[in-house]
């Protein structure tokens, strides 16, 4: 939808009213600000004691290029990483939630339903009267995307000059398409009153992200936008007919976001980003998604890359047929292949196993596969094992449970899952929940008193490899969910 920016020119001018008076006095900061604020005012009590109590960071993250997709199998994403190692710092498990509607995201906060939105976002005054932001992750700017000729190899460098935007005077009565309720509007509602001009707005569906904006330029179905420089750098490495060096701002702050009823949570997660930046992990991290272009264009390529195609590996349709063949979700397989050998078909373990389900010679030859390297046969094997598997526990009547008892008898064996079923009833627990039960039991076997114990039938097991089997493929398997449809 058409607009100038009238409209939201009035709504930023009543929100630099308040802030005036905030400084005159009239507007007192702290407890009386947010008994002001409906927005504070209705938000959740919870702070670092109830996420800790809870166990689980819960974190909004937005499915893009750079923040958080899939990749050859593997979740990846600044933001992920980043979520990953605070997560293990803060010793929480880690639940993403994709936001499918950037105008919800404070809302969504605000409500309980996530403790922090990671994804970066610019630290603005306005926004700061409904939320609060994280210690700085990384400086950038604002800078127009605009599209170069389709012939602009055979022209001239001054002729070019000529057809495209040089300086941000030249956007006055121009149309920018931006994404509404963005930071970049507030940008634009300040460059148009500093320059005395009237810059058009059209605002975007909230459900587009920002890759998807500058594609639309790349594709010539919006003549401009605007967008963080080190995200326009990094998509105009992949579609050179874009121009985006024109800036827009100065240096902005770039933040996660919390509430403002979580001082606690807020300060544990600034002390935390604040020793990252002085790591040089930190900076590498930021190099491979914004600055690496090479690795950004094999991801772009790649038939593996989830923003482009709803595919996990080559061998999708594989896993699908037999995976329908025992009932199981699909991904759910995939994630366990990808556990196994990382979709590798001659890959081979210190122990022998071989192929994409690692199968072992012995169990092999019993499941008549002629050919471990051969996706078909390792698939087809080792998902017929697991179907032996699962329907030697009949004991365990919940699917889920029965499914990762199946999985753990893949990986350490049958009868060291039985010998940790029998420990679970001899310390009261339930021996047919895997999590926090049986799981616990089994990690338990690595020490003498308890696989020295007289009913234990198979001694010691390295319980650690099972435990974290499950705990990664389920992992894997979340993720995946959020990416890639079950049909």
């Known amino acids: ?56 960071l819960r974190a909004l993250v937005v499915y893009s290029s750079t923040s958080y997709f899939l990749y050859r199998g593997q979740a990846m994403g600044f933001e992920y990483e ?13 639940e993403l939630v994709v936001s499918n509607n950037l105008d919800t995201q404070f809302e969504v906060l605000n409500r309980g339903d996530v403790d922090l939105i990671a994804h970066g976002m610019t630290i603005t005054n306005q926004r700061k009267w409904e939320v609060d932001f994280t210690e700085y992750l990384y400086l950038t700017r604002q800078v127009l995307v605009q599209k170069k000729p389709d012939n602009y190899l055979n022209i001239s460098w001054s002729n070019l000059q000529k057809q495209l935007i040089q300086d941000p005077i030249e956007l006055i009565d121009k149309t920018i398409s931006i994404r509404k309720n963005s930071s970049y509007i507030e940008r634009l509602l300040s460059l148009s009153n500093e320059m005395g001009g009237n810059i058009m707005i059209d605002t975007l569906d909230s459900k587009l992200s920002t890759d998807e904006i500058i594609d639309m330029v790349a594709d010539g179905k919006i003549e401009y936008t605007i967008a963080d420089e080190n995200l326009a750098k990094i998509n105009a490495s992949f579609n050179p007919i874009l121009k985006i060096d024109v800036p827009i701002s100065f ?30 992990n930190f900076n590498v991290i930021y190099n491979k998604y914004f600055k690496n272009k090479r690795t950004f264009k094999q991801r772009i390529k790649s038939d593996y890359y989830s923003l482009k195609n709803n595919q996990i590996s080559k061998y999708d349709n594989l896993i699908k047929k037999h995976a329908t063949k025992i009932g199981w979700d699909w991904r759910l397989l995939a994630s366990q292949v990808y556990q196994e050998s990382r979709f590798d078909p001659i890959a081979k373990s210190w122990a022998g ?16 596969i002629n050919d471990v390297s051969d996706p078909n046969e390792s698939i087809r094997g080792g998902t017929d094992y697991l179907d032996y598997l699962y329907n030697r526990f009949t004991d365990i009547n919940d699917s889920i449970n029965r499914i990762k008892f199946s999985l753990a008898s893949y990986n350490c064996g049958y009868s060291h899952v039985r010998d940790a079923q029998r420990l679970a009833v001899e310390n009261d627990l339930d021996s047919t929940i895997w999590s926090d039960n049986v799981e616990k039991m089994i990690l338990a076997l690595s020490l003498p008193k308890n696989y020295n114990k007289s009913f234990i039938k198979y001694g010691y097991v390295r319980g650690e490899e099972p435990a974290n089997y499950i705990e990664q493929i389920f992992d894997r398997y979340n993720h995946y969910k959020q990416f890639i449809p079950l049909e």
């Open 251 to 280: 240096s902005q702050r770039i933040a996660w976001v919390t509430r403002k009823k979580s001082p606690m949570f807020r300060e544990v997660v600034n002390k935390w980003i604040i020793s990252q930046r002085k790591k040089s």
């Open 353 to 368: 196993a071989k192929g994409l389900m690692q199968v072992m010679p012995a169990t092999a030859e019993s499941l008549s």
């Open 82 to 94: 980043l979520l990953t190692q605070l997560a293990k710092h803060l010793d929480l498990k880690l």
């Open 1 to 56: 939808m058409l607009k100038t920016y009238a409209k939201q020119f009035f709504i930023a001018a009543i929100f630099l009213h308040l802030i005036s008076c905030q400084q005159q006095g009239e507007y007192k900061v702290g407890s009386a600000q947010n008994r002001m604020n409906p927005f504070v005012e209705n938000s959740v009590d919870r702070d670092l004691e109830e996420i800790k109590k809870d166990g689980v």
